[in-house]
């Protein structure tokens, strides 16, 4: 809606612009040219557009609970090692497990860039489409080639994670993106939770098989595909469609403007209307980002913590896709009952959501960049894993932890992160060479733990410098070069090509790398702390020369006269 005011029209007093010959008369009145100003929209418009938001926030929760309730996730591993499918460890740990990484590092990219091209939904109804392809892969597949489907299409809907933790953004004012973004968090880790209370339940008390789970599991998902189908679809996205719609809302205006003076713009609109020109794809705002890109390399916070991003992931999420099967050869369970991975799932999201709940109530004041940025990482923690349980209880509390600590990061940050690799890299050896299960939980607890105590402050580190659009860059380039070194590593290390190590020996490998970087971070701490203390020390020496400089007598013959041509002094 828009609205046309000339000098006549305003409530207030404005003169005319007044032309004037050579000698100072009046020739004519001009009135200035029409002020195009937005008005607020009516009552009825603005409640009637709240209202569709709430109702599209309140389908779009619903549809991300749903689409979690997948009670056979939990038990996807031991249901490959069971004798129901028959998989020995060396196929799962070296010729199936890999092809997750595989399909995530070929779908990353196109996918993240389809999301904000195409608006979400198609990324969202794809990514429904390839849970039914997983669940139908596990329950009628008996094949290696099928289970190394179910892998590929599980990476595609890692990929496509992105589209439903942005997706709500797209969809309500910037005032209440804190408060819709919590709804969604909420609607997920409920999701998660019932799941693997369910899933749980139905094995150790219900003697349910881990086949009519994943039956159970693909009805969920089935119905999960159907409503995505109705998902409202948005109007804008972060990158591709801005100046769409920034040349929707001109035309727009122009139109209004037309219909109101039709007698006086029919020139000036047909004028603009041939003069106009649609934006080159080299004037779009991901192109500009992928400009500014070569500008973050050169801030020293930002290179550091993307590194770190990037390197330390990598080992993280290698981690976390064979730990499972670790957990298998550690203690191999012959019964159904006794396997416990819905428990601990229920019981960290549980307290993880606690934990984000005192984090809401206690830090209302994050920003949309560092809001937008934790959604996304937390989607990534819960809907990409295949071979991992949730957020356990050690990742919540340091996440939460971390958001208190006080530290001069532009000095000490290499010294932390080198500490932190150098604990992770001992409790890999410790899940390396222990036969205890138990210390093998407490191990993974706590190295997850350290991981995720690092996240919150990474993504400050780089959020809090940039805007919305490169952030989101950022994060998206990090996470694609981590995924290529952990495809490198995983085709060296896992895969049947390669050295194709069993799984405990993947962990020792797992171990020097987490190893190879703590000398290289605690190597650059010394070098930066050192220099950090020689400098100063050389600024407290000037500083205390100038002040002695300031404090000394200024010489008497200077100060007290000057000589004359003659030789003679002259008193001043």
């Not at 500014?292 to 930002?302: A, G, R, T």
């Not at 530290?407 to 932190?420: A, K, M, P, T, Y």
């Not at 805007?467 to 290529?484: D, P, R």
Request: glycine letters at 4%; charged letters at 15%.
């Amino acid at each position: 809606m828009v609205e046309v005011i000339t000098c006549n029209e305003r409530t207030e007093d404005v003169k005319e612009d007044m032309r004037t010959d050579g000698n100072g008369r009046t020739v004519e009145n001009v009135a200035p040219e029409p002020v195009i100003h937005e008005t607020k929209e009516d009552p009825e418009t603005q409640t009637q557009k709240t209202r569709t938001w709430i109702w599209s926030v309140v389908y779009l929760c619903f549809y991300g609970f749903m689409v979690q309730l997948k009670p056979g996730e939990p038990f996807i591993t031991p249901y490959l090692l069971s004798t129901e499918k028959n998989f020995t460890s060396e196929q799962v740990t070296n010729e199936i497990n890999p092809v997750l990484t595989y399909s995530y590092m070929v779908v990353l990219v196109p996918v993240f860039l389809l999301t904000d091209y195409l608006r979400y939904k198609p990324v969202l109804i794809l990514q429904s489409l390839s849970h039914v392809s997983i669940w139908l892969f596990l329950l009628l597949g008996a094949s290696l080639l099928e289970m190394q489907f179910m892998e590929f299409f599980y990476g595609i809907t890692m990929a496509a994670r992105v589209a439903y933790s942005s997706y709500i953004f797209s969809l309500v004012p910037a005032t209440v993106y804190q408060r819709v973004a919590s709804y969604s968090r909420t609607s997920v880790l409920m999701g998660v939770f019932t799941s693997s209370v369910l899933g749980q339940i139905c094995v150790s008390l219900g003697g349910v098989s881990y086949r009519m789970l994943s039956a159970v599991s693909l009805g969920f998902v089935t119905f999960g595909l159907f409503l995505s189908f109705f998902l409202p679809w948005p109007k804008r996205s972060l990158f591709f469609n801005q100046a769409r719609l920034e040349e929707e809302r001109k035309e727009a205006a122009q139109s209004e403007l037309a219909k109101m003076k039709p007698e006086e713009n029919d020139g000036s609109v047909a004028a603009q209307g041939s003069n106009h020109k649609y934006p080159s794809w080299t004037n779009t705002v991901f192109v500009q980002m992928l400009k500014e890109l070569k500008n973050v390399v050169k801030v020293p916070s930002l290179r550091l913590w993307s590194l770190w991003w990037v390197f330390n992931s990598t080992g993280y999420y290698l981690v976390l896709f064979y730990v499972h099967i670790l957990w298998n050869k550690v203690y191999p369970a012959t019964d159904n009952k006794h396997v416990y991975n819905g428990a601990v799932e229920a019981a960290s999201t549980l307290l993880g959501m606690y934990v984000e709940l005192l984090q809401t109530l206690l830090r209302p004041h994050l920003s949309y960049i560092q809001l937008q940025v934790c959604i996304q990482i937390c989607a990534h923690s819960i809907n990409n894993q295949m071979m991992e349980p949730n957020p356990c209880p050690t990742c919540a509390v340091t996440s939460f932890a971390a958001g208190y600590v006080k530290i001069r990061w532009n000095l000490w940050s290499e010294l932390v992160i080198g500490l932190i690799t150098a604990v992770q890299a001992g409790l890999l050896l410790l899940m390396g060479i222990t036969d205890n299960i138990w210390v093998c939980y407490v191990a993974y607890a706590l190295f997850r733990g350290f991981y995720q105590f690092l996240v919150p402050i990474a993504i400050f580190q780089i959020a809090s410098s940039l805007t919305k659009e490169l952030c989101a860059l950022v994060f998206g380039v990090n996470t694609f070069l981590g995924t290529v070194l952990k495809t490198i590593i995983t085709i060296i290390v896992a895969d049947k090509r390669g050295l194709a190590l069993n799984v405990q020996s993947q962990f020792f490998v797992y171990f020097f790398y987490f190893t190879l970087l703590t000398v290289v971070y605690l190597g650059c701490s010394a070098f930066i702390i050192t220099c950090h203390y020689r400098n100063q020390r050389a600024q407290e020496e000037t500083t205390e020369v100038a002040i002695a400089t300031e404090l000394s007598p200024m010489t008497t013959a200077a100060s007290e006269g000057t000589t004359a041509h003659n030789g003679t002094s002259i008193k001043t």
